[in-house]
C-alpha cells in the first residue's frame, strides 16, 4: 500500500489519512472530522507537517450531493505551490470502500 499516491483513506475512528503528489510536491495528509451548524463548512479538516514537523492545517474535505441524491466528496488543499480542487472516488484496482482517488478538477 506504500505506493499509493494521490488517495484518502476514511478510518474507523473517523480521521482520514492519505497523499497527494504531483512533479514538485509529494504530502502526506491527515484529517479530522469536522463538525459545524455551517451547511457549507467542510466534513474534514485537512492536515500536513512542514519540514520541521509541525501540524498545518491545508485544507478540507466537503460531502455534497449529485442531482440523483447521491453523495460524493469534493477536497480542496494548498499544496504551497497552488490550490488543488478535486473529486474523491472508487480508487484504480482496489476493491475497498474506504480508500478513495483523488481526482483534480480546474
Do not use: C
Amino acid at each position: 500500500m506504500t505506493d499509493l499516491v494521490n488517495f484518502i483513506r476514511f478510518n474507523e475512528d473517523k480521521t482520514l489519512s492519505g497523499n497527494i503528489a504531483s512533479l514538485t510536491y509529494d504530502i502526506d495528509i491527515f484529517g479530522e472530522e469536522f463538525q459545524s451548524t455551517n451547511a457549507k463548512a467542510p466534513v474534514y479538516r485537512l492536515f500536513a507537517r512542514t519540514p520541521r514537523g509541525r501540524r498545518v492545517e491545508i485544507g478540507g474535505v466537503w460531502k455534497k450531493q449529485n442531482q440523483s441524491g447521491g453523495d460524493y466528496f469534493t477536497l480542496a488543499v494548498n499544496t504551497g505551490h497552488g490550490t488543488l480542487n478535486a473529486n474523491l472516488g472508487r480508487y484504480p484496482g482496489q476493491d475497498e470502500n474506504e480508500l478513495m482517488a483523488v481526482i483534480p478538477w480546474g
